[in-house]
């Protein structure tokens, strides 16, 4: 059975880093992607970057780019987010899709439980 887990998540201050990680193992796909969503109470998931299996190009939502990096090593996928905003508070989901091509339509088979991350002033 395909297996998600990820860590890291926990209480910062705005302005500040924090880094996730996420293993994945018992899957072996041509075209995967490795992603992360969040989810802040009371709204819809949304996307938040991903990278395909071709040297993992990496894509980013709008609200994202230039202070959350996703990089890869092996089987495991690292979200590096730095100048942390309120905004960002929420609980944050890695996700395996078995086909990934690119783009920001990222649509996962399996998710991890997911780790909360709260950004404070």
């Known amino acids: 059975q395909v297996q998600v887990v990820e860590s890291g998540g926990g209480l910062v201050q705005a302005g500040g880093s924090l880094r996730l990680s996420c293993a994945a193992s018992?899957?072996?796909?041509?075209?995967?992607?490795m992603g992360w969503f969040r989810q802040a109470p009371g709204k819809e998931r949304e996307f938040v970057a991903a990278?395909?299996?071709?040297?993992?190009n990496t894509y980013y939502a709008d609200s994202v780019k230039d202070r959350f990096t996703i990089s890869r090593d092996k089987n495991t996928v690292y979200l590096q987010m730095t100048s942390l905003k309120f905004e960002d508070t929420g609980v944050y989901y890695c996700?395996?899709?078995?086909?990934?091509?690119?783009?920001?339509?990222?649509?996962?088979?399996?998710w991890g439980q997911g780790t909360q991350v709260t950004v404070s002033s």
């Open positions: 996700a395996v899709s078995e086909y990934y091509s690119g783009g920001h339509y990222f649509d996962p088979d399996y």
């Open positions: 018992g899957g072996a796909f041509s075209r995967y992607g």
């Open positions: 990278g395909n299996w071709r040297g993992f």
